[in-house]
Nanobody
């Protein structure tokens, strides 16, 4: 069973930055394709970024390119989401997700098998 724990959320002013972390346990981390998604109140879960098990392949949603960066450290069993130039509309609960799959990208929330509990990000104007 894969266990995911997000951290790094909080309150930040518009224009600021945050780095979210997601620590995984329960399986060899490099086997996991990882992703980040977010959900704002009253809205559907939005897929943000993905990274393959090796870290060689990455994907960032077009609308987030230039502001969001996904990375991972397999030695630390951790995936990161770096967010810059934050806007009030980035306010949401941010979730990391995992799928035990060959070294590939998983590009849809419905394809992930494991989810963390989420971390709140609030961007004030």
């Amino acid at each position: 069973q894969v266990h995911l724990v997000e951290s790094g959320g909080g309150l930040v002013q518009a224009g600021g930055s945050l780095r979210l972390s997601c620590a995984a346990s329960g399986v060899t981390f490099s086997r996991l394709a990882m992703g980040w998604a977010r959900q704002a109140p009253g809205k559907e879960r939005e897929f943000l970024a993905a990274i393959s098990g090796s870290g060689r392949s990455v994907y960032v949603a077009e609308s987030k390119k230039g502001r969001f960066t996904i990375s991972r450290d397999n030695a630390k069993n951790t995936v990161y989401l770096e967010m810059n130039s934050l806007k009030p509309e980035d306010t949401a609960v941010y979730y990391c997700a995992a799928k035990d799959v060959a070294d590939t990208l998983v590009l849809s929330t419905i394809d992930y098998d494991y989810w963390g509990q989420g971390t709140q990000v609030t961007v004030s104007s």
